[in-house]
């Protein structure tokens, strides 16, 4: 058995995984990140944006402060969010955002004197002062208060990653790609690693760790319209749910974009709406004031996605041979501002659509983009349920994003997260010592052996795992979306169920154990149903609507009863998830209130 030890290992090297892994590094410990692809194509390195921290360099940011970001944050959360977590990160944002720059991230800074900047599709003017020349400059995302987006044109997921990736390889981490992790290594109270597969060779190796991280990303992929990259399949979940003992919170908890390309589900940035662009009908009528006075196209995502949906259900959507979608207009922004500041926009516009933005409409509809939900951890980014077990980044349900995260504050949270928990880390390796143990990694060893020899010989059947996964993506499209209700979501469960007892049964077609992708996904589909399920189950036990969680049958925000998270774990054999409850915050800094923006009722809290 190939086995090899680490004091850190960190399933993933994106941004969270390998900031984390600088952290315990730096500090003298030794640390491995296993990636599917390589570190830098991870998902984090197609975020255009931005990332938030209340720096107040520019004109627009003026007078913002991290209170002022909490406040953006915890009402973009619909109150979903731990207060605590929330206050942590927007305390240390501004602060990441500088050791960025010092790392090298060449941000875009503020140019003294008077600037063109737009908003709801208007030009006006601003003065950038002279005394702030040089400094990190923002921009206008979705839903906040001040302009705090720290951008590098609309590259910036792509800048940092590469940054990271140059920090982290200066300090000695060793980041072995097309690896991917398949199961925990655990006794059912410490972890101890991971088993991983070479997506070459096939060869299984037994990464033994003091302190093991999950900075899998995303899970959008159990979606079939989504932004997410096919790597973002909840790989990291799945190991930690199928422990038995490890947590997943408020999974139902998905945000849609109301951006993605039409038909490709590419995301074009929300600095598209940041700067001014407008959302239009069939008529090329711009309708986003009409539901949304206030905010109207910067409302945050999940209302914006929402009132797209209804104005399509209205059939004011333009109708395609992909279904109904409505227009991005950015062609009043200028060839300029377009072929410059987003440009990566016009790229994508031209190479998959034949687009010009400058001149033309871009087809638009919300899509599948951001798991708020992923593996529980407390406020120090430790796992409920596993001791040695970390999570950081989009896999984690760190939660300071509830039912919705703001536009940019997923990219700060990766690096911001991965200097707290990395510290934490830190802390765990110097305060204690792990006692492996070789039972738990010979069976933990032996059972995923056994899997793969069974998939191959088709022992429990020759299901395709790609026609279950089809199954998988009609039921769960068609149920647990935008709108949900309580007859759609049962019947979903219901379906997911039956799909379930089909990914139990895959088999494969072909029979080469070493880079076969076949093999690859008949290893993971089993828990892609079940993570899917925990979407689905989840909602359908939520009876509130809460930030991108809606209910038609349940409209109301319920303070009352579900001002809560979820939790999910899985017993082993079990064919749903097991629902627990814990309150959705420790500490109220702010009460439940308005958004401000979305409209809808809310029950009270008890006492209120
Ligand atoms: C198109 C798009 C644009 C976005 N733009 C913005 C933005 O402007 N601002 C913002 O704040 N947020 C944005 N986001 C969200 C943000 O990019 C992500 O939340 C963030 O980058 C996630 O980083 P991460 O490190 O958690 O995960 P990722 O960057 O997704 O990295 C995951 C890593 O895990 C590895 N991995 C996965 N499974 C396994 C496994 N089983 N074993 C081993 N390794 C594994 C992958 O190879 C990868 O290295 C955007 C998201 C999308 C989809």
């Given amino acids: 058995m190939r086995i090899i030890q680490t004091d850190l290992l960190c399933l993933g090297a994106g941004l969270a995984g390998e900031r984390v892994a600088i952290e315990a590094a730096d500090n003298g410990f030794s640390a491995i990140c296993l990636s599917i692809v390589p570190a830098r194509r991870s998902h984090s390195s197609a975020a255009q944006g931005g990332m938030q921290a209340a720096l107040g360099n520019s004109a627009m940011g003026e007078g913002d402060s991290p209170d002022v970001h909490f406040a953006d944050t915890v009402k973009g959360s619909d109150w979903g969010c731990d207060q605590e977590v929330a206050r942590l990160f927007v305390d240390a944002a501004p602060v990441a955002m500088r050791q960025m720059a010092f790392w090298g991230v060449p ?285 950081a980044g989009e896999a984690s349900c760190w939660d300071m994003h509830g039912f919705n995260r703001l536009g940019g504050n997923s990219l700060a949270e990766t690096v911001v997260a991965g200097m707290i928990v990395g510290g934490k880390i830190v802390e765990f390796l110097k305060g204690s010592e792990t006692t492996f143990s070789t039972a738990a990694v010979r069976d933990a060893m032996a059972r995923q052996t056994a899997r793969i020899a069974d998939l191959v010989a088709c022992k429990n059947g020759s299901e395709n795992p790609y026609t279950v996964r089809n199954a998988m993506f009609d039921s769960i499209m068609q149920g647990a979306g935008i709108f949900r209700n309580g007859a759609d979501l049962e019947k979903c469960v219901g379906e997911l169920q039956e799909i379930l007892g089909r990914a139990r049964k895959v088999g494969l077609r072909s ?66 998830p097991t629902l627990n409850y814990e309150p959705a915050t420790g500490i109220f800094e702010m009460p439940p209130g308005d958004r401000g923006y979305g409209g809808g009722q809310i029950i009270p809290m008890e006492g209120k």
């Fill in 107 to 391: 941000w875009n800074r503020v140019v003294p004197g008077e600037q063109t900047y737009y908003k709801g599709g208007k030009p006006f003017t601003a003065v950038e002062k002279a005394e702030n020349e040089g400094l990190i400059h923002s921009r206008n995302f979705g839903g906040t208060a001040k302009w705090r987006t720290c951008y590098t044109s609309d590259g910036t997921g792509h800048c940092v990653l590469y940054t990271l990736d140059n920090r982290a390889a200066q300090m000695g981490v060793n980041v072995v790609d097309k690896v991917e992790a398949i199961a925990l290594i655990h006794d059912g109270d410490t972890c101890m690693g991971a088993i991983a597969r070479c997506l070459k060779t096939g060869e299984l190796t037994a990464y033994l760790a003091r302190a093991t991280l999950v900075a899998t990303g995303g899970f959008g992929r159990i979606y079939r319209e989504s932004t997410n990259a096919v790597i973002c399949d909840g790989g990291g979940l799945i190991t930690a749910l199928d422990t038995g003992v490890v947590s997943l919170g408020n999974m139902e908890a998905v945000q849609f974009h109301p951006t993605g390309i039409v038909p490709t589900d590419i995301l074009v940035t929300e600095g598209c709406r940041g700067d001014g662009g407008t959302l239009l009908d069939k008529n090329e009528y711009r309708f986003m004031p009409d539901y949304e006075p206030e905010k109207a196209e910067l409302a945050s995502r999940d209302v914006v996605s929402r009132r797209m949906t209804e104005h399509m259900r209205k059939g004011l959507g333009v109708p395609s041979p992909y279904g109904d979608h409505l227009w991005l207009d950015i062609r009043h922004l200028g060839e300029q501002h377009i072929r410059t500041k987003l440009r990566e926009v016009d790229e994508i516009c031209q190479s998959f659509l034949g687009v010009d933005p400058v001149h033309q409409l871009i087809p638009v509809r919300p899509t599948q983009h951001y798991s708020m939900g992923g593996v529980r951890t407390n406020k120090d980014g430790a796992a409920y349920g596993l001791k040695g077990l970390f999570a």
């Fill in 511 to 576: 029979n080469g154990k070493g880079a076969n992708p076949e093999l690859t996904m008949a290893l993971k589909i089993e828990g892609m149903v079940k993570l899917a399920l925990c979407v689905a189950y989840g909602a359908l036990q939520r009876t509130e609507s809460r930030g991108a969680h809606t209910r038609e049958d349940f409209p109301a925000r319920n303070d009352r009863d579900w001002l809560k998270r979820t939790l999910a774990t899985w017993d082993e054999g079990a064919d749903l």
